[in-house]
């Protein structure tokens, strides 16, 4: 283990040096970002996706359920391959309509109606919460395994190692109103920002691939050596290579293709962030890349996490703790920093996106009521606003963190994060290419949708917490094979069902006004490319 100074000021310095490219970027945006690194930086940034989730928990879901951690993966691998014509029409639509968020998306192609866009920003603020909690837990829990505390006067462990969660959320805290809400229009493009989120992309894939081969070569006398070592430990051997269902298989990979699309900060930086012309063309083959890449030595880390660890250490922790435990600093130090990219361009990001869809659609509108008629500049006002809410969603963030930190392992936490942003899906995805989806029908399939999620997916995950148990309440009432899948998958699924026929329904039932019919048109119709 490291001393806790020395990991505290490697972290800081790590942080500082992210400053430094955010810096760097701003000032000489107009130079790289019109050059053929913009593509490069545009891809690496969708790597945003990869957060601690990616780099701790993938490790951890292998070494618990098998290969199924894959599917995580292929949906977003789907979207960005197959699913390029789909995304192209949003960017065109999004910038024909100076489009700065997801709720703003919606809100705007649904007759401008305020209804969704507040509907949209309140669901999609409360189910990423939870995956901020998921960064503050992995960052925690990594510092405490990493970091020897330095005792205090009466002997306790130092503040940085008993709350280092409340401490990285001061610290995301400001980088993200540093860089990320500075000036009033939500729709500026933060090139700075979005440099050093590449960066860290870069970073985190790094460390990553360090980990495999020193546990192929170091610990192990290479593939076969481990691979002699399994056929030895058959139980290990079945856990690492089992798989779900092909049904789980699908359900997964359409979780993951829909929470892509529609986590804030996903369509933040695929959205909003585009620039070049080049960009979504680079980032339809890099990004695939980045997803095998980062994810090409995880069973191999997660076999050796069970063969040499075993229950000594939470499979959530193996890839930090193999290089401990074999005495390499060095290596233990760079993981580190890996995980902490991974969870803090997350965060910054997703707070940046939030914060603007609570000032955009929740807070100023109030504010513009109330002064209405009274002279008044109202930009420093629209700013702290959105800077209040970076500071109040972290916070939040950190206190559900609080209530279920140690409970759940970080897949856990992700998966229910993205089931509450699908549920953005329907109205997105039917929103291009159906003239008839009406606002009503929306808010309607997304208050159905979040009931269910809440009743089938958040409220158990407090009951774990607790000490109650898994919960799966929807079980009794699925017909088999529905009634097979895991609890998220079973919320998943009757989500989306009771969002899209609420959606459908209501919509058919509507009756258009002209501003709904006009915008209607202009998503479906208007932003098709040239013949």
Partial sequence: MLAEPTVLALSLAYLGLLFAVAYFGDRYARDWSASSVAPAVYGLSLAIYCTSWTFYGSVGRAATSGIDFIFIYTGPALVVTLGYPMVAKMVRVAKQHNVTSIADFLASRYGKSRAVGVTATLFATVG?????????????????????????????????????????AALMAVFTILFGVRNVQASEQHRGMMLAIAFESVVKLLALLAVGPFVLWVLFDGPGDLLARLGQAPAITERVTRSGSPLSWIVMSLLSAMAFLCLPRQFHVAVVEHGHPASLKTARWLFPVYLVLINLLVV??????????????????????????????????????????????MVIVACMALSGMIGNELVMPYLLRRQAGVAREMGPLVVFVRRAAVVLILMAGYSYERIISGYLPLASIGLISFCAVANLAPGLVLGLYWRGAHRYGVVAGLAGGFVVWLYALLLPTLHQSAGGGQVAPLRPYLPVPLSDLDPVGQGFVVCILVNTVLLVGVSLWARPIARDREQASSFVLGAEPEQ
């Fill in 128 to 168: 990423v919460l939870p995956y901020i909690a998921l960064q503050l837990q992995a960052v925690s829990s990594s510092f405490r395994t990493i970091a020897e505390p330095i005792p205090g006067v009466a002997g306790t462990a130092g503040v940085v190692h008993t709350d280092t969660s409340l401490i990285v």
């Fill in 300 to 345: 191999p880390i997660a076999a050796a996490g069970l063969l040499l660890l075993g229950s000594q250490a939470s499979p959530d922790l193996y890839v930090l703790q193999l290089p401990l435990a074999s005495g390499e600093g060095w290596l233990s130090a760079f993981v580190f920093i890996g995980g902490l990219s991974a969870a803090t361009s």
